[in-house]
């Protein structure tokens, strides 16, 4: 079965940095384009950034643009979520994601990991 698994979430204060990491199996993994997703208490999921499979391509959220770096590692299955000069806005729970086809479904899903909190706080 697809899994994916957050870690790397904790509370810091505003400025500083973490890095999130997102461990994946069941899949093809260099095969597929990943994303960070965030979601803050009452407010909607939000895309945070986005690699291609490869790594070549990258897309970020204005409001993090230039402060976080999505990386992978296709060969440990892995992507990144590099967040610096954190702000306490950047409060949230980080959700791993995979819109991924599998041939025993024969459909293509999207799946999820459990998500690593992040609070950013003095």
């Known amino acids: 079965q697809v899994q994916l698994v957050e870690s790397g979430g904790g509370l810091v204060q505003p400025g500083g940095s973490l890095r999130l990491s997102c461990g994946a199996s069941g899949f093809t993994f260099s095969d597929y384009p990943m994303r960070w997703y965030r979601q803050a208490p009452g407010k909607e999921r939000e895309l945070v950034a986005a690699?291609?499979?490869?790594?070549?391509?990258?897309n970020y959220a204005e409001s993090v643009k230039g402060r976080f770096t999505i990386s992978r590692d296709n060969a440990k299955k892995t992507v990144y979520l590099q967040m610096n000069s954190l702000k306490a806005e950047d409060t949230a729970v980080y959700y791993c994601?995979?819109?991924?086809?599998?041939?025993?479904?024969?459909?293509?899903?999207?799946?999820w990991g459990q998500g690593t909190q992040v609070t950013v706080s003095s």
């Open positions: 690699i291609s499979s490869i790594g070549f391509n990258t």
């Open positions: 994601n995979v819109f991924a086809f599998l041939i025993t479904t024969g459909h293509g899903s999207d799946y």
